[in-house]
Nanobody, 123 residues
Framework: QEQLVESGGGSVQAGGSLRLSCVVS????????VAWTRQAPGKGREVVAG????????FYNYSAKGRFTISHDNTKKIVYLQMNSLEPEDTAMYYC????????????????WGQGTQVTVSS
C-alpha cells in the first residue's frame, strides 16, 4: 500500500490561488497514476485532475480545465495541483489518490488515499 500525504490547503477569497502538494512514498511511483480528488459537503467524491507518472499525460475534469494545473516532480515524488481563479464552488476536502497503471475518472478505481487537505474559498 502506498502512502500519500497532502498539504497546501487553506482559506482564500474567490479569484485567489493555492498549490496543493502530494508526497508519494512508493517504490512503484513511476508506474502510478496519481489523481487529485475532492469532496464537497453533501456531495460525492470526484476526480479533479490526474497524471500518469510514466507517460506524463495529465487529465482534468470539466471544472478544472483552464484553471487547475497538475504537475509532478519525479525526483522528489511529489504531485502538485496548482489551482487558480478559485471559486466558492471549489470548497471541498481535497484528497490525493493513486492506482497502478492508467488513470481513471472513476474514484472507485483508486486504491490508495491520503488523509486530505481542506480548501475553503469565500466569496
Amino acid at each position: 500500500q502506498e502512502q500519500l500525504v497532502e498539504s497546501g490547503g487553506g482559506s482564500v477569497q474567490a479569484g485567489g490561488s493555492l498549490r496543493l502538494s502530494c508526497v508519494v512514498s512508493a517504490y512503484t511511483y513511476n508506474t502510478l497514476c496519481v489523481a487529485w480528488t475532492r469532496q464537497a459537503p453533501g456531495k460525492g467524491r470526484e476526480v479533479v485532475a490526474g497524471i500518469n507518472n510514466l507517460t506524463r499525460m495529465p487529465f482534468y475534469n470539466y471544472s478544472a480545465k483552464g484553471r487547475f494545473t497538475i504537475s509532478h516532480d519525479n525526483t522528489k515524488k511529489i504531485v502538485y495541483l496548482q489551482m487558480n481563479s478559485l471559486e466558492p464552488e471549489d470548497t471541498a476536502m481535497y484528497y490525493c489518490a493513486a492506482r497502478l497503471g492508467g488513470c481513471s475518472y472513476d474514484v472507485n478505481m483508486y486504491n490508495d488515499w491520503g488523509q486530505g487537505t481542506q480548501v475553503t474559498v469565500s466569496s
